[in-house]
């Protein structure tokens, strides 16, 4: 069960605590975790070793445009 406790040491801490609660779900055979880099990235270290998961980066910029108030292209 899912503690509503928040409170983590920093990132990595939040990363093993998540993973541990993820470690209970019935996963494919080759699953995969996917990271968004300034955060996402130390997180998903920790998930994907828990998991013994490969894991891949999404980059995403951020772009505005005078029409578009927000666009994210994602690669």
Do not use: C
Not at 13 to 22: D, F, P, R
Request: no cysteine; glycine share 6%.
């Amino acid at each position: 069960m899912i503690s509503l406790r928040w409170s983590y040491q920093d990132r990595g801490h939040a990363g093993m605590i998540l993973a541990n609660e993820l470690r209970h779900i019935k996963l494919w055979s080759r699953p995969m975790v996917l990271a968004i880099p300034n955060g996402g990235v130390t997180i998903a270290v920790q998930i994907a070793k828990a998991l013994n998961a490969s894991l891949d980066l999404i980059i995403v910029w951020k772009m505005q445009f005078r029409t578009i108030l927000r666009l994210a292209l994602v690669f």
